[in-house]
């Protein structure tokens, strides 16, 4: 596979990222996950590495690199621990690629490069407590005032938002009286009006930084407008697609880092004087977890390059996170089966993996959006719309 997708450049990037995760993140992760504890001195070593922005351009202070890299990247720190995966992933993905995306020169060169660079985090504020799956049935406001947009209404389970410096949200649009659709802003999160909820208790990713946001007549200068008003929207949607290569490698992460463990597992314990993965059952287990993982693998590196050949990927990132989060699922609730009771506790591990898998299924669209997505797509190519 490496030969298919990598360079010798995105080899040495793997290789980098391995060493920190396994050096500093695999010892502590258990650690974090107990506290809650936000990873910020992992935060500001993955700056110092320049992994909060690998896929941003050079001259935006990025590291330059492709979509290929990035997901190599969030693959290997979702090994070690999904919190800081995901911490990084949605910084990138989410927190910055929009402004990268859709940004004017003026608001590129302001927020961009303290992001790349790894100085300010990132957050995406775009779901709402009746907002969900349909987000076009976004409630919150901005009404134009002048050169300004006075915003109310609120967010819900915001990635880094205790954390970050800009977010970007989604609004509706309203100018003298006139709703003009859904638009997108870049908002410092010291900006007077905007309140953080407190840090959600959550079953996995429990040391990343969950959080609902408020918005009471916040005021927001009209030059921080993302795009044009009623096309944020849009942004979003392409800033999603890109975002479920990222929900898709953090999978195989995942998936990857609890196969490690039950394999390792069932080359150490014995049952009946013979190493467990001699029996069948157990055997079958790990050759589909094995199987699964590359096939995974495969459709998300698939994905990214297609990504950075500039190709329509809305039918495969959706495939790739489809099929990736289920199979971390699977995958995790399989290494728990492998240890037996041991899976069960936490000193173990993969109980940890397994909690962190299931959110995989939900965010960046749920598995029942993603065959949604699929099924349009496929019927369009059959009827060549």
Known sequence: MDALFFTDEHTML????????????????????????????????????????????????????????????????????????????AHTSLGTSPIVIAGTDKQKKKFVPPLASGEMIGAFGLTEPEAGSDAGATKTRAVKKGNEYVVNGGKIFITNAGEAGILNLTSRIIDDGED????????????????????EKKMGWRASDTRQIFFEDMVIPAENMLGTPGKGFKTFLETLTGGRISVAALSV??????????????????????????????????????????????????????????????????????????????????????????????????????????ILEIGEGTSEIQRLIISKNIIKTVKGL
């Open 14 to 89: 793997v290789n980098m990222v391995r060493d920190f995760a396994d050096n500093e993140i695999t010892p502590i992760a258990a650690e974090l996950d107990e506290v809650e504890s936000f990873p910020r001195a992992l935060v500001n070593q993955m700056a110092e590495l320049g992994l909060m922005g690998i896929p941003i351009p050079e001259e935006l202070g990025g590291a330059g690199m492709d979509t290929v890299a990035y997901a190599a990247a969030v693959m290997e720190l979702g090994c070690a621990d999904a919190s800081v995966a995901i911490t990084m992933a």
């Open 253 to 358: 992460g995942t998936a990857l880092g609890a196969y490690e463990r039950a394999l390792k597992y069932a080359t150490e314990r014995k049952a009946f004087g013979m190493e467990i993965h001699e029996f069948q059952a157990v055997g079958n287990k790990l050759a589909d977890m094995a199987t699964e993982i590359e096939a995974a693998k495969l459709l998300t590196f698939h994905a990214a390059w297609m990504k950075d050949q500039g190709k329509n990927i809305i039918k495969e990132a959706a495939m790739a996170k489809l099929f990736a989060s289920e199979m971390a699922m699977k995958t995790t609730t399989e290494a728990i089966q492998i240890l037996g009771g041991y899976g069960y506790v936490k000193e173990y591990d993969v109980e940890r993996y397994f909690r962190d898998a299931k």
């Open 180 to 199: 003009l659709g859904i638009g997108a802003f870049i908002v410092p999160t010291n900006t007077r009006g905007l309140k953080l909820g407190p840090k």
